[in-house]
């Protein structure tokens, strides 16, 4: 299994609903990231999970708290967020970090739109 | 600092002909660079990397990549275009600053016509 899946393909929630987005891989991937994308730029990195740890939060407003509950899934909960929050939010898996040539794996992406 | 440049926004290229995507870099050490399709409303997708060795590296679909290191270029062509190549690409470096961090460039946006 070479795919890395993510629930669900779309979300719409007002700024003080809770929900949560949800990531999974089952190709043994030690490493898992959330980014964010506005349309037509680049990804931009939010967290890295090592090994079930969080190594990696570039900042991210406190409205966004990821959690790593195995090694093989990720999930994302949101809660109080701004119209700005609207985005496609990436889950990408790799073998570990320490080695930078491992090349990462994208979900499909979930489509979040804040009103 | 680490950093990747894709100059063109747009290539429009006919279909059958070449096609090239441009890519420079910088990084301190070794870089590792890897290309990057994206599909509208679909997740990127890994199309090939470069880490040592032969300069010219092979990926997915007919893809390939041209590693020059004096020109600090990570070149991807393809020979013959299809219409079906038509997406958003996107170059990325990755080294031993930040973390590991991929840095990716700002994509190019690729457009073949039949």
Request: hydrophobic share 35%.
């Amino acid at each position: 299994d070479t795919e890395v899946t993510q629930t669900p393909k779309h979300l719409v929630m007002g700024m003080t609903n809770k929900k949560s987005l949800k990531c999974e891989q089952h190709m043994g991937h030690r490493a898992m990231y959330w980014y964010k994308q506005k349309a037509k730029k680049p990804p931009e990195l939010m967290f890295v999970y090592s090994y079930e740890k969080l190594s990696i939060n570039e900042s991210v407003p406190s409205r966004f708290s990821p959690e790593c509950p195995n090694s093989s899934l990720l999930n994302l909960h949101l809660h109080a967020l701004q119209p700005e929050d609207s985005a496609l939010y990436l889950c990408a898996s790799s073998q570990v970090t320490e080695v930078s040539y491992n090349e990462q794996f994208f979900g499909p992406g979930t489509r979040l739109t804040v009103l | 600092a680490q950093s990747v440049a894709q100059p063109e926004d747009q290539v429009n290229v006919a279909e059958g002909n070449p096609l090239t995507v441009k890519c420079t870099y910088s990084v301190s050490g070794n870089p590792y660079l890897f290309w990057y399709v994206q599909y509208p409303n679909r997740g990127l997708q890994f199309l090939l990397k470069y880490i040592t060795g032969d300069n010219l590296v092979k990926g997915s679909y007919g893809f390939e990549a041209e590693f020059n290191k004096s020109q600090t270029s990570f070149h991807l062509k393809k020979p013959s275009a299809l219409v079906s190549d038509s997406a958003l690409y996107f170059c990325a470096v990755r080294g031993m600053e930040y973390g590991n961090k991929l840095v990716f460039g700002a994509g190019t946006i690729l457009r073949v016509k039949s």
